[in-house]
Every structure is written in C-alpha cells, then in structure tokens.
C-alpha cells in the first residue's frame, strides 16, 4: 500500500509539463556519486519504491543493476516487481489506461530525466531534481496541498514526504520599489518525518545519483576509454612527428 500510494503521488504531478518549466530559484549543487555503489544501491531501493510505480524507465533493464554491484538475486528479490523478470525493462506498474483516465496523461518516463534537464536554466539535470526533491512544502491553496520553491505552482504532491515530514515556507514582506512583496525565508518544520535533515538530504542525493547513472550507464566506461584514446593521440602525433623528421631530414 506505502508503493502504491507513493507512486500515485508521484504520478499525479511530474507531467512532461514539470519537466519541461523553467525553475525559478538557484539550484544547489547535487553531490556527485555515479561511482559510489552503496549510493547508487540506495539510490536504485528509493527509486523502485518511490518513483517505479507509476514512472517507468523503459530504456534500463533490472539486469543492468549488475553494473552497481548487484546480485540477479537481490535484484529479482528486492528491486523487481514479483511479475517481472531480469532481463525485463524497468516498467510502471500502474495501467497506462487507467493512469491517463485519472491524470489526464501517462507519467513521464524518468530513464533520460538526469541528461533532458541539463543546460535548462543554467544548470545540470542532477542540481535540478536534487534541488526539486527538497524543496516542497505544503500550500493548502493547492489543489494536491504542496507547492515547491523550485517550481512554484507544481502540480505533483511531495513523493517523499512520509521522509521529510511536513514544512511550511516562511515568507516576509518587504518593501521594494515602492511595492510590498513576499520574501522567502525559510521553511518551518510542521510535522517530522522518518528521517532527519541531513538523512533526508543524504537519500535525495542517493536517488539522484542513481538518476544520473541510470540516463547514462556507460558513462564511466566512456570516460575511461576517452582518457585511453588521449593517451594514444598523444604517442601517435609523437612518433608520427619523428617519422616525418626522419622522412624529411635528406631533403631540401
């Protein structure tokens, strides 16, 4: 019930429309953890719990999971849904038919969300979604009850709010050219979560570390046969530029 609840929370909101919106406060800079495998472990339990319910990631497969240290057994036993096999690509398990019957569209699917909103604002897709996952707070002229400092007037409740708990933001008005406007201040805590501050903010950036491996899981394999590739240029435009003295040095 605690999946299904939270996937329908997550559904309800992260519309392509979301995705797309610009944000409208400076990002915090996501920590950076695609080679932490206890991160992305982590990050990959708070995925399929929170977000795998509605959202699909059809473009990764469970067995891909292998590539952050975990066994076909733990994944078939913790990660995948009891219909879906290893080899299965990583499906919501919510009706597409029922899910636009109720939302009015399908949920996004997140495999590429990490890599779509970089470069939008200014910032990377990982700041984005850390900064985006923690800053709800709860706004009863809402039609679900939140609202979110990042993007103001969101329409997908707090997924993660049995973690964070419940806040508020504190706004104070100030004068500004003339006009009374409110200023952000803060959020107060109204209700606490499961977990503290800094757990939750830890956890965020275990999910969007696994976000970020997950639209690019190769990366680390680029890179390093990227550096590889350099390294060889570099000998080669050496002895190449060598061999030219040497085809050369006779003539004049």
């Not at 990631?57 to 994944?75: E, P, S, V, W």
């Not at 406007?181 to 950036?205: I, L, N, P, R, Y």
Request: glycine fraction near 8%.
């Amino acid at each position: 019930m605690k999946k299904i609840l939270m996937g329908l929370a997550l559904a309800l909101g992260m519309s392509g429309a979301v995705l797309a919106a610009g944000a409208s406060i400076p990002m915090d800079k996501a920590p950076y953890r695609v080679n932490d495998m206890t991160a992305l472990q982590n990050g990959a339990k708070l995925f399929v719990n929170y977000c795998l319910n509605c959202h699909s990631a059809a473009f990764m497969r469970y067995n891909r999971l292998r590539d952050i240290g975990l066994t076909d057994k733990q994944i078939q036993e913790n990660m995948a849904f009891s219909t879906d096999k290893i080899g299965d690509t990583m499906k919501a398990s919510i009706n597409p038919a029922q899910a636009k019957e109720w939302f009015g569209a399908n949920p996004p699917d997140l495999t590429l969300v990490a890599r779509s909103r970089a470069a939008m604002g200014g910032h990377t897709g990982p700041d984005y979604l850390y900064t985006f996952l923690r800053t709800y707070y709860r706004d009863d002229t809402k039609a679900t009850g939140w609202n979110n400092r990042a993007f103001q007037a969101v329409g997908m409740p707090n997924p993660l709010w049995e973690l964070q708990g419940q806040r508020v933001a504190v706004y104070e008005k100030v004068e500004q050219h003339g006009q009374e406007v409110d200023v952000f201040k803060g959020f107060q805590q109204v209700k606490a979560g499961t977990m503290s501050e800094q757990e939750f903010d830890h956890a965020v950036g275990d999910l969007v570390a696994f976000m970020q491996w997950m639209a690019e899981p190769a990366q680390k394999t680029r890179v390093r046969v990227g550096v590889w590739v350099m390294i060889f240029l570099g000998l080669f435009a050496l002895v190449a530029w060598r061999l030219n003295a040497a085809f050369w040095k006779d003539v004049k």
